[in-house]
């Protein structure tokens, strides 16, 4: 598990592979990965955007931009949670994750929330 705080706000990753999903023959791996943002702060603050850098077994990087999480941008007041899922598809066993979100505190301070690096494995690279 992945798990980071900046400026209250923590962020958790847990990971898993797809296999049903997946096409190793063809070089095609799904992961899952299920984040969990909490407020462990004093201040609300919302999520308005994503920064994703993913990078794969070959060193191929990738940067993925955008508004919110799964065409959402939750508000979080102190004490308060935003659980999502989503999937990365990768040609190689093995990759990374890392990125921020960006917040904004209800009085207009914005800051980036820092996701810290994750990995992207299939359950052969476990064993």
Request: net charge negative; proline share 5%.
């Amino acid at each position: 598990m992945s798990v980071c705080i900046t400026e209250g706000i923590k962020v958790s990753v847990r990971t898993r592979y797809m296999a049903d999903e997946s096409e190793p023959q063809e070089k095609k791996f799904l992961f899952a990965y299920e984040i969990t943002v909490e407020n462990e702060g004093a201040q609300s603050a919302q999520l308005l955007a994503r920064h994703w850098v993913i990078k794969d077994a070959l060193n191929s990087v990738e940067e993925v931009r955008g508004p919110g999480v799964v065409g959402q941008t939750p508000h979080l007041g102190p004490g308060e949670s935003f659980t999502y899922t989503s999937y990365c598809p990768l040609h190689t066993e093995y990759g990374t994750m890392r990125g921020t979100y960006q917040m904004v505190r209800d009085d207009g301070q914005e800051f980036d929330a820092v996701i810290a690096p994750f990995a992207l494995m299939t359950t052969a690279m476990l064993n």
